[in-house]
């Protein structure tokens, strides 16, 4: 049986006043994609393309364009997470407060004692974020995305400007709770290696317009998803059998 369709999304033209011009904007045009339950896919494409802005607009942040985005059956009201490129995290208050915020009244410990285990956070829950890390509080704001328990992730650029090893350690968290609890990820990245590392589809957007351009499934068992080899091994056969993606990144 084929996956059951969670979000689908279809703008015909999203665009912005000019600052220097008579002229309009236009960030995105004749964009459509279908993302299935539980599936997790990167958009892969340059700087400045439209990407955050298409995040935006799937969360209800932006209303302002022409087009439709359906989240889960109608008549439904889906859980939707957001992890911004900034944590946003609260500076009056702890690890455990901030990710307190947005938990229900009713809901108990275990969940966020869970999450910070499993982030490797346990140790900091009262912690302020001035003492954190850059690292360490992208973490906080994975752990307060889960909390919610939402039926739809996005996240943008969540890991950029951490070293590599960094990055790494926080991606590998990432997936250890995505597997234990699925979610529909819609995942924004401009570096390649990390969006084979993470995703079950790579979707490839032009420069603003933003536009779709391909689509690739990615062949890699889960298993060998810290392979760093078949990683770059996957990367070169797309930069070969698709030239043209070197543009988009």
Same mark, same amino acid.
């Given at each position: ?10 703008? $015909? ?15 995105? $045009?004749? +964009? ?7 599936? +997790?896919?990167?958009?892969? %494409? ?20 022409? %087009?439709?985005?359906?989240? %889960?059956?109608? %008549? ?23 990710? /307190? ?7 108990? $410990? /275990? ?116 392979? /760093?080899?078949?990683?770059?091994? +996957? ?15």
């Amino acid at each position: 049986m084929a996956a059951v369709s969670l979000v689908n999304i279809n703008i $015909a033209k999203k665009s912005f006043p000019a600052v220097s011009q008579a002229s309009e904007h236009i960030a995105i $045009a004749d +964009f459509k994609l279908t993302i299935r339950s539980n599936e +997790f896919v990167c958009l892969v %494409g340059p700087s400045g393309c439209g990407k955050t802005t298409l995040l935006n607009i799937i969360a209800g942040l932006d209303q302002d364009f022409d %087009g439709q985005i359906v989240v %889960g059956p109608s %008549g439904t009201q889906p859980k939707i997470g957001y992890v911004f490129q900034n944590p946003r995290l609260l500076p009056w208050r702890t690890v455990r407060q901030n990710v /307190e915020l947005v938990l229900e009244r009713d809901q108990n $410990a /275990e969940l966020i004692d869970y999450l910070l285990k499993v982030m490797q956070l346990t140790q900091f829950q009262h912690v302020y974020p001035e003492r954190l890390s850059l690292g360490m509080s992208r973490r906080v704001a994975l752990i307060r995305a889960f909390a919610v328990n939402p039926d739809l992730l996005l996240m943008d650029e969540p890991f950029v400007s951490l070293d590599a090893p960094t990055a790494r350690q926080v991606r590998e968290s990432l997936l250890v709770l995505w597997q234990e609890r699925p979610h529909t990820v819609l995942f924004v990245t401009h570096d390649l290696r990390e969006a084979i590392a993470l995703a079950d589809r790579l979707v490839f957007l032009s420069a603003a317009p933003m536009g779709f351009v391909t689509e690739i499934t990615v062949p890699i068992a889960r298993d060998d998803r810290n392979n /760093e080899q078949a990683i770059e091994a +996957f990367r070169q056969q797309l930069l070969n059998d698709y030239p043209a993606i070197k543009q988009l990144l």
